[in-house]
């Protein structure tokens, strides 16, 4: 069964054992393959290459015909993540956009790249940067040709540091189940061209809002400043208080102020409150509180 991601998603997936995190990887793997999308899957170095590989073929997947094609490529983890024996993530940084030209010169549909984040529970420098790294990540993959699978042992703090940086997160053996076959992340996020406007669905709350802040920059970067910056909020069932404090922040600092399209009259009640811009945050298309999400 089709996994329920789309170019665009980055999930926090937690994990107990080794073989539910190969379990994701396949489903997830297997839909980029029929989907004419290439996949890049960080793998664990803690193991054998062959053992992952024999692993990944016992769940049905072809792994020396997409290797050999050039629809996967599995690199190891440290190999990107703790080069010189420690994390910087700017550099980590990085290899995803060189990973989406490639991906795009190749003529792909789309790139899956998956990550096994095990290596996070070691003791290792610099690894304080990595919520702000896969928040920085979800900025990069707002694009919409590219998602992410961030595979996390659910041990420690680590999961609960980073969950916030990504849109959702998910247990394996949810991902992985056919009988759950309804879920669906509780964010997406895509910034879309001709003309800029960024695009919302789900829900923004604690458990996802640090990964708001990294797309909002980007949105900034992309659009002309002689208009106003557009978010399409059609889609948004709840957006928390600091949630909306980072729109009215985002209205202040562009020239011509921030055009909400769509959003449920609650929400914008509650914006015209929190809006200390002089009035630059404004609104278009509004739905009325009786027929709100």
């Given at each position: ?101 490639d991906a ?131 889609g948004v ?20 102020g921030l ?35």
């Amino acid at each position: 069964m089709d996994d329920q991601l789309k170019p665009g998603d980055h999930v926090c997936l937690l994990y107990d054992t080794m073989d539910d995190q190969l379990s994701a990887v396949a489903r997830y793997a297997s839909t980029g393959f029929g989907s004419h999308q290439q996949v890049v899957y960080l793998a664990d170095a803690g193991k054998s290459f062959d053992g992952i590989v024999e692993m990944l073929r016992r769940k049905g997947i072809k792994v020396a015909e997409a290797l050999t094609s050039g629809q996967l490529k599995m690199i190891p983890a440290p190999e990107l993540y703790l080069d010189g024996g420690r994390f910087d993530a700017s550099a980590a940084l990085e290899a995803l956009p060189r990973w989406i030209a490639d991906a795009r010169d190749a003529g792909f549909a789309g790139l899956r790249v998956a990550t096994d984040m095990g290596w996070t529970q070691l003791p290792v420098p610099g690894v304080e940067q990595l919520a702000w790294y896969e928040a920085q990540v979800s900025g990069v993959l707002a694009d919409g040709y590219a998602m992410g699978l961030c595979c996390y042992p659910d041990l420690g703090d680590t999961p609960q540091k980073v969950g916030t940086a990504h849109p959702s997160t998910v247990y394996g053996t949810v991902y992985s189940s056919d009988i759950d076959g309804a879920w669906t992340p509780q964010l997406r996020m895509r910034i879309h061209r001709d003309p800029v406007r960024l695009c919302v669905t789900g829900e923004i709350d604690l458990s996802n809002r640090d990964c708001l802040p990294p797309v909002l920059d980007r949105l900034l970067r992309l659009s002309d400043p002689t208009g106003p910056l557009e978010i399409d909020f059609t889609g948004v069932s709840f957006a928390d208080v600091a949630t909306m404090r980072l729109l009215v922040r985002a209205a202040s600092a562009w020239p011509r102020g921030l055009t909400l399209i769509g959003c449920p009259e609650p929400i914008a009640e509650m914006l015209r409150m929190l809006d200390d811009s002089g009035g630059r945050v404004m609104f278009a298309d509004n739905i009325p509180d009786s027929v709100s999400p």
